[in-house]
């Protein structure tokens, strides 16, 4: 077909990036997203990501597609990898610069540190139950630490937006879920009108946890920048984490601060290039 990409991956969490720059659509079909994404007869990804104009006063706009062809509103990994896939096209190499990004989720700002990491300011979580959405209470109310049945079994549940929907439980240890097996009963909850993705955090120590992710619309993932943010603000709200922590995924370690000062969330960490194709 000859459409040209580049590989990126933050921990593990892997994307092809298109430079969409030349016109406000995505150029792929979300069909095509999941040939491209398929690890055997294609080239391989969680996700599809487009860099796009900016609209307004923003300097781009990103748009992903999971690996199911569905299009969630955010993605916290994927949106280091554009900061840096948009700073290689414009060949401007690793300064302390700051782009504003449009997403469907509202403004993001990723910001490339002189040590490679990216820090994004991924705006203030939502809370209320219509705003997740999830109808497991009534729609102004939290949801923290709500039984829920999966699997014959009842979970305590915080659900939190970062834009896109997380259901979190802490356990006792992250390794023993049967994420394979109960990952989709989660997302396909009735009581998720949008489906959701799914975290298992297991707190080490308030200021470090362990976290296995099941996402919607790609499954077990290695990482999940947004899923990260939202189980550090669900283990502030259950008391068991500080507002700085360490989040430790299969594919390695963010560090998340839900600042008091302003209520927005704060996710460092990497993205590499790994390879450039032609597709
Ligand atoms: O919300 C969703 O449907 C997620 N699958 C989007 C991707 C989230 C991501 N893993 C992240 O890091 O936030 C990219």
Same mark, same amino acid.
């Given at each position: ?14 994307? *092809? ?9 995505? *150029? ?5 997203? *999941? ?21 307004? %006063? ?6 992903? /597609? ?21 700073? %290689? ?26 040590? #490679?990491?990216?820090?994004? %300011? ?18 102004? %109310? ?65 200021? /470090? ?9 790609? #499954? ?56 450039? #194709?032609? /597709?």
């Amino acid at each position: 077909m000859g459409i040209e990409f580049r590989k990126y991956q933050g921990l593990g969490n892997d994307f *092809i990036l298109i430079d969409n720059r030349h016109t406000s659509q995505p *150029i792929i079909t979300p069909e095509q997203a *999941i040939a491209m994404c398929d690890r055997h007869f294609g080239i391989g990804a969680d996700g599809v990501i487009f860099a796009l104009p900016g609209e307004e %006063d923003t300097d781009y706009t990103m748009r992903i /597609y999971n690996s199911d062809g569905s299009e969630p509103e955010m993605c916290g990994n994927g949106i280091r990898c554009l900061a840096k896939f948009i700073a %290689d096209l414009e060949g401007i190499g690793e300064v302390n610069k700051t782009y504003r990004i449009q997403t469907l989720a509202g403004v993001i700002t990723p910001q490339l540190q002189g040590d #490679g990491k990216v820090r994004v %300011d991924m705006g203030q979580p939502q809370l209320t139950a219509q705003e997740i959405p999830t109808t497991l209470t009534d729609g102004e %109310d939290k949801v923290i630490a709500q039984p829920l049945e999966v699997a014959d079994k009842t979970w305590l549940v915080t659900c939190v937006s970062m834009g896109n929907p997380h259901c979190i439980t802490f356990v006792d240890d992250a390794d023993a879920i049967a994420l394979q097996q109960i990952g989709s009963l989660f997302e396909h909850h009735p009581v998720f009108p949008q489906r959701t993705n799914t975290e298992f955090i297991q707190v080490v120590k308030p200021d /470090y946890i362990k976290m296995r992710v099941w996402e919607r619309g790609a #499954g077990i993932t290695l990482a999940c920048g947004t899923g990260a943010c939202a189980s550090v603000v669900a283990g502030v709200l259950n008391g068991k984490c500080d507002r700085s922590c360490t989040v430790e995924l299969p594919g390695g370690c963010l560090e998340i601060e839900w600042s008091q000062r302003d209520n927005r969330v704060y996710m460092t960490g990497a993205a590499e290039s790994v390879f450039t #194709g032609c /597709y």
